[in-house]
């Protein structure tokens, strides 16, 4: 795990376009807005997206069903160290929770993914996304996890690879109530975020402050999570 130092950050779309003026920006592109200060205790967060063989462990142990897409129950040859996808939101919380660890708030997601810069599109800074950076807009699927540079925080495939699910309830103006110390999101919804883009979206999916949600049952090819765990309870661990 990496750690994420405690500190402050904007969450959120800083910048307006013209699309925004108009009012011809999509509705899915327009929940990252308004940008809003966020204050954040430390933690620790996977530095790479859960594997299908560490899902293995977990369902070896737990007798927890597995991804649709395991024949027989059994990880895809070679496939081991993708990341686990086809998993809903109770799978991932199970999986954590097994792990002595928790699915990220939104806002956990964010700061982390951000690396600790400012106004920055993407993980890596503002270079327009390409196979060297993220993978993405491709019809292949998912590849192993940690292919491409890690963020300045130390983190993998924060941008493509597979959306990742948060903690978070959706509300489409929960940024305009949001808490600034420790947000953990609306207390009631039909659909939980999920972070980051994936392999089948495009680059204005895969910015550090792209908002998207399903519903908490949904499991699909492009959709998997990684785990973050309290200060205090790391040591605790240890």
């Not at 108009?22 to 509705?27: K, S, T, V």
């Not at 990252?32 to 200060?37: F, I, P, S, Y």
């Not at 489409?172 to 994936?198: K, V």
């Amino acid at each position: 795990m990496v750690f994420i130092p405690a500190g402050e950050f904007t969450m959120g779309r800083t910048f307006e376009t013209d699309a925004d003026r108009r009012g011809m920006r999509p509705l899915i592109l327009r929940d990252d807005r308004a940008a809003h200060t966020v204050r954040l205790d430390a933690y620790f967060m996977d530095s790479r997206e859960v594997t299908q063989a560490r899902y293995a462990e977990f369902v070896t142990a737990t007798g927890h069903r597995t991804p649709y897409h395991w024949l027989q129950g059994v990880v895809p040859q070679g496939k081991q160290n993708d990341p686990v996808h086809n998993v809903d939101w109770e799978d991932a919380n199970s999986y954590c929770t097994w792990q002595g660890k928790r699915l990220p708030t939104e806002a956990e997601w964010e700061r982390a993914a951000r690396g600790g810069a400012e106004e920055k599109r993407y993980p890596w800074g503002d270079d327009k996304p390409d196979r060297k950076l993220a993978l993405f807009n491709t019809p292949l699927g998912p590849g192993p996890v940690g292919s491409h540079r890690p963020n300045p925080f130390g983190l993998y495939d924060m941008a493509g690879s597979v959306s990742e699910w948060c903690s978070d309830w959706f509300d489409r103006t929960y940024y305009e109530r949001s808490p600034e110390e420790n947000p953990q999101g609306p207390a009631e919804g039909t659909h939980r975020i999920i972070r980051g883009g994936s392999w089948a979206d495009g680059p204005q999916r895969l910015t550090v402050f792209f908002r998207n949600w399903v519903r908490p049952n949904q499991r699909t090819p492009n959709l998997g999570f990684r785990c973050v765990r309290d200060v205090a309870e790391a040591g605790a661990a240890q």
